[in-house]
């Protein structure tokens, strides 16, 4: 049993890789066609703008809803018995009523069940919590919920309650080591045998899923690749287990002192090994088996370990370091991309449909205007330095 | 799935000859790993941290005898980069079109990031347009708009319209747009409407005349954007005037709907999807608009602000989601 119509799923990824061998003249119109009828897909198709609207409209309104029945029956709920019973059945409710968007409006993945399957899984998470004693230690709580975390995913395969599937797992292992004695150097030893074996689990998973073409997880299991490894690299990173790690062991520090007073960590030369090693694995993976994750990962990695190595040992300037980093990435760039003008070593730079063109061509243009926002000269003083803040995704919608 | 399930899949079942079958399995096994993202990714961080290694280089150095020497390779760097653009340069039409080299585009934005920071240096050091600030913006912004159309880039216009803003006074970048913005001014407020609306009729009237057409679509978005952001802002901060600004934006919504209407009926399938952000900046805006309106002069009770939020989330989300089909009829 699951939410989503399985075939239907399974049809689609079918008629994308027939439209894209059709793009490419490889299927002619008429076999397209036939493909489409044979393979039908009858999901409620929402462009991505709408979809973000969607979204968006749909928290307002569950919100508006929960907060209303809330205020009525406000005198009933004072009690934390009948308050974790008022959200897991209002839970249990908007659960139905996704049932019926599924089932009687064919959505999938069209804003309004994304949202409400996520506000449906805070609500029966919060209300299991309420019950909890007030002393529960933070792992129990995530004990408690990854049930429900879980329930969710495999019904669904929803991305978000993954990824809050995944942060849960994580923050019970932090927590259990939390209070052990030597957690400093524990922690994010633990964290990156967990990562690493959290990530031949998701792989391994999606493999033989893909092998039996079923595909309704795909998506979920993808995104769990991701999320274990960058956190395999970010517990690797020096920086992150002398600086923040033990900031977040040490939350009573005070914030200004915890990014340039952390001491020494134990095993530093390992840590060291990690900054560096880790980012390079994943090149060698990446280039050896064309790995797109493993790639950018790699280049996110490398970039860390650099900024890391600078803030320790580093003896340029950050004008000076920031020059030449850039100078060193277009001088890398520049000639790969003229020497794979032609495919070679199975690698190119023609784009293919994996690229997401349009996601850069807006990168662009946010870091473009970032850049160019800062010849606002200051009022009544004279013009200030380059100030170009980070670019990254957008999230003005 | 791989491709090749799904070709083994196809071929089961009849849909391709065996011929189209070992074709198409030959050109996915030789299909190369495209990398044209990542690496222009790379090549595009390359050019920020490098500008902006730079801006700050030349102010560290600012009493030192090296300092000549950072100031004199950035003017010359800058100029290359400009002539290399330039020698590259694609041919002068209305039409979409590119430059001659893949790192043209690139050159570009770099030669102008660079003219930002040395422009910036030269009122800094020498105090170049003296009190004139609005000379520093309108200068590159004249530039850019200018090196926009003949070199046909959109990242550029993007900074040329956003240099216009910074000229009236705004301080805007997309990650902080909702809380930098000083909207609290009336006279600039004004200023982001009128320039808006100059920019939005602008870009109107150009895509009529056929010239660039594809640049309609950043005009709408960047300008949109400030339109209905200076007329939230002026509903929410100016009581004497609130209803003129509520007015305005409530034509603005409804004009920006029917926009989004009329480029669906008329655009191909790529173009329609854009249809969509109008239509959504529209509805969250003038909801945003709307709902502060009734809480500020109703002042509803909680029951009836919940309610009210539930209804409308509701009728928003019916309303989008029947947009589509509204917009077949029309």
């Known amino acids: 049993m699951k939410a989503y119509n399985e075939e239907w ?42 979809e973000i609207g969607l979204f968006l409209f749909s928290i307002v309104a569950a919100s508006g809803g929960y907060a209303l029945l809330g205020l009525i029956l406000s005198d009933v709920l004072q009690e934390s ?22 089932r009687k409006q064919g959505m999938f993945r069209n804003g309004v069940d994304n949202a409400l399957i996520a506000f449906m899984t805070a609500l029966l998470v919060i209300g299991l919590n309420v019950w909890l004693p007030d002393e529960t230690p933070v792992w129990s709580r995530c004990l408690v919920s990854l049930p429900v975390l879980f329930a969710v995913v495999w019904y669904y395969g929803d991305l978000i309650v993954m990824f809050g599937l995944i942060s849960a797992v994580y923050t019970l292992v932090f927590d259990l080591l939390n209070d052990t004695a030597s957690a400093d150097l524990l922690i994010p030893l633990v964290m990156m045998a967990l990562s690493a074996g959290l990530y031949w689990l998701a792989l391994r998973l999606d493999l033989s899923l893909r092998s039996k073409k079923n595909v309704y997880w795909s998506d979920a299991l993808n995104l769990a690749q991701w999320m ?170 | 799935m791989s491709p090749k399930t799904i070709l083994d899949e196809l071929g089961q079942r009849g849909l391709l000859t065996r011929e189209q079958q070992t074709a198409i399995a030959d050109i996915e096994d030789e299909r190369p790993f495209s990398v044209h993202f990542e690496l222009r990714s790379i090549l595009y961080v390359g050019i920020l941290l490098f500008a902006m290694g730079f801006g700050l280089l030349i102010y560290d150095n600012i009493d030192r005898i090296s300092h000549s020497a950072v100031v004199i390779t950035m003017s010359v760097l800058c100029a290359l980069c400009f002539a290399f653009a330039w020698y590259y340069r694609p041919p002068m039409s209305n039409r979409h079109v590119k430059s001659q080299s893949p790192f043209g585009d690139y050159a570009l934005i770099l030669g102008c990031l660079l003219f930002l920071t040395l422009e910036g240096y030269l009122q800094y050091q020498y105090n170049l347009f003296g009190e ?44 902080n747009l909702y809380f930098k913005g000083n909207f609290f001014d009336l006279k600039i407020t004004f200023s982001a409407i009128i320039l808006s609306l100059v920019l939005i009729g602008a870009g109107m009237f150009l895509e009529r005349q056929l010239i660039k057409r594809h640049f309609t ?32 934006l409530a034509a603005a919504c409804f004009l920006f709907d029917r926009y989004a209407r009329y480029n669906y009926a008329r655009r191909g399938r790529s173009r329609r999807e854009k249809a969509f952000l109008y239509a959504l900046m ?49």
Not at chain 1, 81 to 102: D, P, S
Not at chain 2, 133 to 146: E, H, M, R
Request: with cysteine; net charge neutral; proline share 4%.
């Open chain 2, 132 to 175: 004139r600030y609005g000379l520093v913006t309108i200068i590159p912004a004249v530039l850019f708009l200018i090196l926009a159309y003949r070199f046909d880039h959109r990242g550029v216009l993007s900074m040329a319209l956003v240099a216009l803003i910074s000229w009236i006074g705004v301080t805007i970048r997309p990650l």
């Open chain 2, 217 to 248: 679509f950043t005009y709408l978005t960047i300008a949109g954007n400030l339109l209905l952001l200076a007329l939230v802002a002026g509903v929410f901060n100016f009581d004497d005037l609130r209803i003129m600004f509520a007015l305005g």
């Open chain 1, 228 to 397: 274990t490894l960058s956190l395999l690299l970010i517990n690797g990173n020096y920086f992150f287990v002398r600086e923040v790690l033990s900031f977040l062991l040490k939350p009573d520090l005070n914030l200004r002192g915890a990014f340039s007073g952390a001491s020494e960590i134990a095993l530093s030369w390992l840590f060291w090994l990690f900054t560096f090693g880790i980012p390079l694995l994943y090149g060698f993976i990446g280039t050896t088996r064309k790995n797109r994750m493993f790639l950018i990962l790699a280049c996110l990695g490398t970039a860390g370990a650099i900024a890391t190595a600078r803030n320790y040992i580093g003896v340029l300037p950050w004008s000076v370091h920031l020059t030449v980093s850039g100078l060193i990435l277009v001088l890398i760039s520049i000639p790969l991309i003229r020497y794979l003008r032609e495919p070679r070593y199975g690698f190119t730079d023609v784009p293919d449909e994996d690229s997401p063109k349009e996601f850069f061509l807006d990168a662009e243009t946010v870091g473009a205007i970032q850049a160019a926002a800062s010849t606002q000269p200051p009022k009544g003083l004279s013009y200030g330095g380059g100030d170009f803040g980070g670019g990254g995704a957008g999230k003005e919608y």
């Open chain 1, 9 to 50: 799923i399974y049809n689609r990824e079918i008629i994308n890789q027939a439209q894209r061998w059709h793009r490419e003249g490889l299927v002619n119109d008429s076999q397209l066609a036939v493909i489409k009828e044979t393979y039908p897909v009858k999901f409620r198709d929402t462009s991505a703008f709408v």
């Open chain 2, 282 to 330: 529209s509805s969250i805006y003038g909801y945003i608009g709307f709902t502060y309106l009734l809480f500020h002069y109703m002042e509803p009770n909680n029951y009836v602000g919940t309610l009210y939020f539930l209804l409308t989330g509701i009728g928003l989300v019916m309303y989008l989601l029947h947009y589509r089909r509204t917009l077949v009829t029309t």
């Open chain 1, 81 to 102: 018995f009948a308050t974790g019973l008022f959200n897991i059945l209002l839970g249990i409710g908007i659960g139905f009523f996704v049932e019926f968007l599924i």
